[in-house]
């Protein structure tokens, strides 16, 4: 979670859940951090910081945001109901706003997906990994 520039909160969990489509993994990962954005917010505002924009919530799978702003539940996504309606209210009462992030461009997806020289290098060196045995 980023706060402008700042980075504010870090966290890789490990899902109790077993999911039938990457767009129900990924869905149930933006209710987390969705959660943890409404949690931020309540934080802030304690704090004496109010924060009116709506917070940005990216994801690299086209499906999930479209399910969170699709009024429509297919069959598919019955069993994730309860994700669909604390993301959808977010999105509604505008605290919270999706966007679609290109996997080479998500930072996060170098520790879970195959790239190429010309996409691994450029992740890694923003990510700040020096190799400790490369010649001074």
Not at 58 to 83: G, Q, S, W
Request: proline fraction near 4%; hydrophobic fraction near 40%; charge should be positive.
């Amino acid at each position: 979670m980023f706060l402008d520039p700042s980075l504010i909160s870090w966290r890789s969990k490990r899902q109790k859940t077993v999911s039938l489509s990457s767009a129900e993994a990924e869905y149930r990962a933006m209710t987390g951090a969705c959660c943890e954005l409404t949690w931020l917010r309540f934080l802030l505002r304690d704090l004496g910081l109010l924060h009116h924009e709506p917070a940005l919530l990216y994801c690299d799978n086209k499906a999930a945001p479209h399910i969170a702003t699709n009024l429509v539940f297919y069959k598919r996504t019955r069993h994730i109901e309860m994700d669909c309606h604390y993301i959808r209210d977010k999105i509604q009462d505008s605290s919270v706003i999706t966007r679609h992030v290109n996997s080479e461009h998500q930072l996060a997806s170098i520790f879970t997906k195959p790239f190429g020289k010309e996409t691994f290098v450029p992740m890694v060196y923003k990510l700040g990994v020096q190799d400790i045995h490369s010649p001074t």
